[in-house]
C-alpha cells in the first residue's frame, strides 16, 4: 500500500498527487484527538470511570519530499479510492456507483462497477473506518474480497476458454 496526498491531475498515463499527506494526516489525528478529549470530558463530568489511555501518537509519518504520482504505463493499479477528510468530494468519478444523496454505494467498500472500491470512508465498516490508524481491518477485508473476484474473473475466463476449445 502506498498513500498519497490528495490527487491534483490524471492523464492517460499518469497520476499526480499534491505534497499534502503529511498535513491531511494531521488533520485528521488532531479531529480524533478533539473527539477523544471531548468523550474523556465528559465521562470526567458524569463521574464515569474508564480506563486512561496513553496519549495518541501517530502509527506512521509519511516521508518528506514531493511525491512523484504513478506511472500507469508501467504500474497498473485496482482502482482504491481513499476518502478522507472533511468532506467527500466524488464530482470526478464518473461511474454510477452512487446512491441518490451523491455517497458511494457500496458493501464495505465494494462497489457494483468492477476495479472500483472505497476505503477510508466515515462508516464504512466501523466508527474507525474512516480514520488512519483504524483502516487497516477494512482494507484487508477490501483486500481480500478484490482477490476474490480476480480469482472469480479467472475462473470464470477459464470456462469460457475450455468451452470455446470444445465447441459446446
Known amino acids: 500500500m502506498h498513500l498519497h496526498g490528495r490527487l491534483r491531475s490524471i492523464t492517460a498515463d499518469q497520476l499526480s ?3 499534502d499527506l ?20 465528559w465521562l470526567a463530568k ?24 504513478l506511472d500507469l504505463s508501467t504500474r497498473p493499479l485496482a482502482a482504491v479510492i481513499w476518502c ?11 461511474v454510477p456507483v452512487f446512491d441518490g444523496s451523491g455517497q458511494p454505494a ?13 476505503l477510508g470512508l466515515p462508516w464504512l465498516h466501523t466508527w474507525g473506518s474512516g480514520r488512519f ?6 482494507a484487508e477485508h477490501l483486500a481480500s474480497m478484490i482477490t476474490l473476484r480476480l480469482q472469480r474473473r479467472d475462473a470464470s475466463q477459464e470456462r469460457l476458454e475450455g468451452t470455446a476449445l470444445l465447441g459446446s
Open 106 to 118: 457500496h458493501d464495505r467498500g465494494l462497489t457494483q462497477s468492477p476495479g472500483l472500491y472505497f
Open 84 to 94: 478522507s477528510g472533511y468532506h467527500g468530494d466524488f464530482s470526478w468519478i464518473d
Open 17 to 19: 498527487f499534491n505534497a
Open 22 to 41: 503529511a498535513a491531511n494526516l494531521d488533520q485528521a489525528d488532531a479531529v480524533y484527538c478533539r473527539i477523544r478529549s471531548s468523550i474523556d470530558n
Open 46 to 69: 458524569e463521574g464515569i470511570e474508564a480506563p486512561e489511555e496513553p496519549p495518541y501518537t501517530p502509527c506512521w509519518q509519511p516521508g518528506p519530499g514531493e511525491d512523484p504520482g
Open 133 to 138: 490508524c483504524g483502516v487497516a481491518d477494512d
